[in-house]
C-alpha cells in the first residue's frame, strides 16, 4: 500500500513525524507538507502564483517534500505531479482538535477532503496540542477499528479525534461549533482574533465534540458535498 502523508502545521513538525513513523508498518510512505504551518487554511490553493516543492532529508526511508503552499495544494501536487499513485492519504496529527462545525477551517481536513476529489481514501488525525505522549496506542485502536468494521468500504473520508485518556471509540456525526471568534485592538487599527471555547458540557455522544469531551476518541465520516439533501427533496417537489 502506498501512503500518502501531510499536515498543516508544517512539515518537521512532532505530530507529522509521529504519524508517518507509524504508518511504516502499512505500506510505502511519502511526505509531502507545508513549508511553514496553514493552520486554519481550510481548502484553499493557490492557482495565481508559482510555489517551492523542494525534496528534504528528514526521515530515514521516507521521501520528503517541502512545499511552499496549503495542505490541499500537498495533496493536489502530489496526486498529479508523482510518477505512482497512492492508496491512501493520512493528515495530521493535529496540534488541536478539529472537531464539530470548526472543521470548515481545518487545514488538516481539507487535505483529505482534497483526496476524496481524485477518489482515494484518507483519514484525518488530531489530538490536544499540549503533547503527543498519549497517541500512539490509540492510533493503534483507531486504525485496526476502522479497518476492522470496514469503515473504508462505506465512505471515503474519516475525521478522528484523540483526548487525552479514552474510555473508547465512538462512531459519531459532526457537531456544533468548538470555538468562536471576537476581535482584539492590539494596535491602531490591527486586530487579533481571540478564539474562545463556547462547548456546553453537554453528553450528546453520538457527536463528535461531545464524545471527545467525554473521554472518547471520535471517527466521524465526512463528504465532501455540501447540498442540504433534505430541502433539495422538499423543494424539488414543489
Known sequence: MRILITNDDGIRYPGIEM?????????????????????AKSHSINIHTPFEVKKVTWLEGIDCYSLD?????????????FDKKFDLVLSGINKGYNLGEDIVYSGTDAAIFEAAY???????????????????????????????????DYNLLYNVNFPPVSKGILLTRQGKPYYKDRFVEVS??????????????TSN??????????????ITPL???????????????L
Request: aromatic fraction near 12%.
Open 19 to 39: 504519524l508517518a513513523n507509524w504508518a511504516r508498518k502499512l505500506g510505502e510512505v511519502t511526505v509531502v507538507a507545508p513549508k511553514f504551518e496553514q493552520s
Open 69 to 81: 503552499s496549503t495542505p490541499a495544494d500537498c495533496v493536489r501536487f502530489a496526486m498529479t505531479s
Open 118 to 152: 481524485f477518489g482515494v481514501k484518507a483519514i484525518a488525525f488530531s489530538t490536544i496540542p499540549q503533547t503527543y505522549d498519549h497517541v500512539p496506542p490509540m492510533l493503534d485502536a483507531a486504525y485496526e477499528h476502522i479497518m476492522e468494521n470496514h469503515y473504508l
Open 188 to 201: 491602531p487599527n490591527m486586530y487579533l482574533a481571540d478564539g474562545y471555547s463556547v462547548y456546553q458540557g
Open 205 to 218: 455522544l453520538d457527536e463528535d465534540l461531545d464524545a471527545v469531551m467525554n473521554g472518547y476518541i471520535s
Open 223 to 237: 463528504t465532501v458535498g455540501r447540498t442540504a439533501e433534505q430541502a433539495y427533496e422538499k423543494l424539488k417537489s
